[in-house]
């Protein structure tokens, strides 16, 4: 008890009389003990108000005079292309896709990559063009890219936007789980052809609606895998995942969709693979396509830039888009700002503590 009593004293000083410090003046230092405290408190209360994020708007004036000058720059006529040809990348995932194959460069350097690299990487030279493979670019065309395996997923439908198309593409890896393993080329091949045949509606319907719209002159799917028609087991009883390829070319062909088949695994050169074989080419044939075998990842520059001459685009009407449209378009609506006032409390509260710290070590530091 005494050893818990003698701690909460502070400690003092023993003296005979305390009436002759009755005249003595607190200095300045006394007087600035409470501060500290004080700025501590109003520290702590500044960042709260801070967590809150109080803010304010204010609206934005427009300056006529920018307004007039970027509407003057825009006066010029923009060619927008109107029509073209419609793409469909059909790219295997499957798990097989990941080995590791060598692949001659650009610089004829010999490189070890992955089947699906490599087929991303001249997939993306194909739509945005390079001059050394031969690929004249498709930039005026309509693209849109599906992933399968066990089943067809849209990465992009068709669009103009091959920045968007070239991202989803460099997005695009095998498949890493077992229950989504499979090769059902059938499948995928009818369900792209049913999403050109809805566009071409859709684009119709806007034709007719006066908006403007885009043209699909012919349309094609370029099918690259490495494998052979395999539905996953766990699809047995399920009609469209076991589709047939030639049931789907059929219903291509009947829409005026001609169907490129690029398989890059050599192996389906041997004789116990000619049923196979013979299946995929008289499919992709019987659409005005073509079926081709890449004996080695080089080979598919060459198949593409092949593809690329076939598919060639009609010269894209073009369409003006004149200064009254541009106008209504940037004419900007009346616009607020936000100006938020947390980093103001932030500072005033670091400012304060940083005072209090200062002066209770600094100017009226105790001893003991």
């Not at 995932?93 to 080995?99: A, D, L, R, V, W």
């Not at 095998?174 to 566009?199: C, D, M, P, S, V």
């Not at 006032?341 to 670091?350: H, M, S």
Request: charged share 25%.
């Amino acid at each position: 008890m005494r050893l818990r009593r003698s701690l909460k004293k502070f400690p003092c000083l023993k003296y005979s009389s305390t009436k002759h410090f009755t005249i003595i003046k607190n200095s300045w230092k006394v007087r600035l003990g409470p501060i500290p405290k004080v700025f501590k408190i109003s520290a702590l209360l500044l960042l709260i108000i801070a967590f809150i994020d109080p803010h304010f708007l204010f609206n934005t004036p427009v300056n006529n005079t920018d307004t007039s000058t970027e509407i003057e720059k825009s006066s010029e006529e923009i060619s927008i292309a109107t029509e073209g040809t419609a793409i469909y990348f059909v790219l295997d995932q499957s798990g097989s896709m990941s080995e590791i194959v060598n692949f001659t460069s650009e610089d004829g350097k010999n490189i070890r990559r992955s089947r699906i690299e490599i087929m991303k990487y001249v997939t993306s030279q194909f739509i945005g063009g390079n001059y050394w493979l031969g690929l004249s670019g498709r930039k005026n065309d309509m693209i849109g890219i599906i992933a399968f395996a066990r089943i067809a997923e849209v990465l992009s439908p068709l669009t103009l936007d091959h920045n968007t198309i070239l991202d989803k593409l460099a997005e695009l890896e095998t498949i890493k789980h077992q229950e989504r393993e499979g090769t059902a080329i059938g499948y995928a091949i009818f369900k792209t052809a049913n999403l050109i045949t809805a566009t071409r509606r859709f684009a119709i319907e806007s034709t007719d609606k006066a908006r403007p719209s885009y043209e699909i002159k012919s349309t094609s799917i370029i099918l690259v895998t490495d494998g052979l028609q395999n539905p996953n087991p766990l699809d047995r009883g399920h009609i469209l995942r076991n589709m047939s390829i030639s049931d789907a070319a059929g219903y291509a062909s009947k829409n005026n969709i001609r169907l490129y088949i690029v398989n890059i695994e050599p192996a389906i050169r041997l004789p116990q693979f000619t049923n196979a074989r013979k299946e995929l080419k008289t499919a992709a044939e019987a659409t005005g396509g073509s079926f081709y075998i890449a004996d080695d990842p080089t080979h598919l520059q060459r198949i593409y830039a092949e593809i690329d001459s076939l598919e060639r685009s009609p010269l894209p009407e073009e369409k003006k888009l004149h200064a009254d449209v541009i106008e209504t378009m940037i004419s900007p609506p009346e616009q607020y700002r936000q100006a938020s006032l947390y980093p103001y409390f932030i500072a005033g509260g670091l400012v304060l503590l940083m005072l209090s710290i200062f002066i209770s070590t600094i100017i009226i530091r105790r001893v003991p």
